[in-house]
């Protein structure tokens, strides 16, 4: 597994595509394809941007905290046809548990946890860019 960091949100010039980008420390970036809700979960998440009430995101978090479980990371486990498949490594008591969860909600979950996010060597491999013009393109979450 190889830490990341959630860069930014690129968004078409139709604003009709809108892609999660992710870097390594050596620079590649992986695209993720994410639709507009997704895009402002993720967004809300990042900036610490409080609703009136609660987004599903926000639950999830607080449900957690009750519970005294905390995300330990965020892993993007593999590319399966076109589909990131991803899982959320909770903690409590010592005891880690693996949920899956499509990489979206994953990292909207992370953007409000601050928790460390691990893309798989080979998924990072095959489908990052690497430099300016790009040497593959990004499948949908």
Do not use: C, W, Y
């Amino acid at each position: 597994m190889v830490r990341v960091e959630l860069e930014d949100i690129a968004v078409s010039a139709d604003e009709n595509q809108f892609l999660v980008l992710l870097r390594s420390e050596k620079g590649e970036l992986l695209p993720i394809q994410i639709d507009a809700l997704q895009a402002i979960a993720i967004a809300a998440g990042r900036s610490a941007e409080k609703t009136e009430r609660p987004l599903t995101h926000d639950l999830l978090v607080s449900v957690l905290e009750m519970l005294g479980a905390t995300v330990a990371r965020v892993e993007i486990t593999d590319l399966i046809e076109g589909t990131f498949f991803s899982m959320l490594v909770l903690e409590r008591s010592g005891v880690q548990f693996d949920v899956d969860a499509r990489p979206s909600d994953a990292l909207a979950v992370a953007a409000r946890t601050q928790a460390p996010i691990f893309v798989a060597e080979h998924v990072l491999e095959e489908n990052s860019l690497r430099d300016e013009f790009g040497s593959s393109g990004g499948a949908e979450a």
